[in-house]
């Protein structure tokens, strides 16, 4: 029984030495123990110890960002703030930042201050007035960044090729843009995995399709309601591709019976033999490590 005890005893004394470790060290969460953490919101930081805040929700109602540049160890910032008129420049201060949503109606200001973010994995930027080369010119200089996803830019009518600066760069989402062209090598992205394009009502997938030739990791393709006339045939080319997520109406636009409908999928599975084609429900895109 006292071998019990001691061994006990002995467990916990381990245990408050690994705690103590990490807090003279500043060991930060890693990124299976931020979803289990405490969600703040700017009211609290006022009586809150700032260097435990990892997560943290501002929106539209906040209007001192103060405070926000004294959370060093905040690790995952989530934005909705549709009266905000400039980009909060106090978020170049939390250095150690790992995704961040933006969603702003009114920010006509480049947010210059992402490029101070060096550990940033995971951007949301939604329902913005900027151009898609300038955000792309400014995120060049976030190294770490694998994850992006872009909706509701309505200025862009040309994918820029400036993309290919993002090289580290494994999974985009884009959503509700109205490009209708693409510039030359718009997708020369060697590192670029999946690919989401959801509601782009002005697509054309023919020039798209060229373009995904020169990804050679390309492996996820998700195609949601871009009102396609056609699934191209061209992917069964792809030697990297493992999977399309397909969820369009195609019988509305170019199939006039559901028979029709029905042998165009059946082909393309033929076609698409060495990637796993499925017709099915919308997919969302990757998660984000948010609030």
Avoid at 17 to 32: C, D, E, G, M, R
Avoid at 142 to 158: M, R, W
Avoid at 246 to 254: A, N, P
Wanted: proline content about 3%; hydrophobic content about 40%; charged content about 25%.
């Amino acid at each position: 029984m006292n071998k019990i005890k001691l061994g006990m005893v002995c467990w916990m004394l381990l245990c408050s030495s690994i705690f103590a470790q990490k807090k003279k060290h500043n060991v930060l969460p890693t990124h299976q123990e931020i979803p289990a953490l405490k969600v703040y919101t700017m009211s609290e930081l006022d009586t809150a110890d700032l260097s435990k805040v990892y997560r943290l929700k501002i929106k539209s109602t906040d209007k001192d960002f103060s405070k926000l540049a004294e959370c060093e160890n905040l690790m995952t910032l989530s934005i909705t703030h549709h009266s905000l008129k400039t980009f909060p420049k106090e978020i170049a201060a939390c250095k150690n930042l790992v995704s961040l949503k933006f969603e702003s109606y009114f920010v006509e200001e480049l947010p210059v201050a992402l490029k101070e973010l060096k550990n940033l994995r995971y951007l949301d930027l939604s329902n913005q007035r900027w151009r898609l080369h300038d955000v792309f010119d400014i995120l060049k200089d976030v190294p770490n960044l694998e994850y992006l996803a872009l909706s509701f830019f309505p200025s862009d009518l040309i994918f820029s090729s400036k993309i290919n600066q993002l090289k580290n760069l494994k999974e985009l989402s884009i959503k509700h843009l109205k490009v209708e062209e693409l510039e030359k090598d718009a997708f020369k992205m060697p590192q670029l995995q999946t690919l989401y394009i959801s509601f782009c009502q002005s697509l054309k997938i023919d020039a798209w399709v060229n373009e995904w030739k020169k990804m050679p990791n390309f492996q996820t393709l998700i195609l949601n309601y871009n009102k396609l006339k056609r699934m191209p045939e061209e992917l069964g080319t792809f030697s990297s591709l493992k999977k399309v997520q397909f969820t369009e109406v195609l019988k509305d636009t170019e199939f006039e019976t559901q028979a029709l409908y029905d042998e165009h999928i059946k082909e393309m599975r033929k076609k698409l033999h060495q990637a796993n084609f499925v017709v099915g429900m919308y997919v969302s895109d990757f998660k984000f490590l948010e609030p």
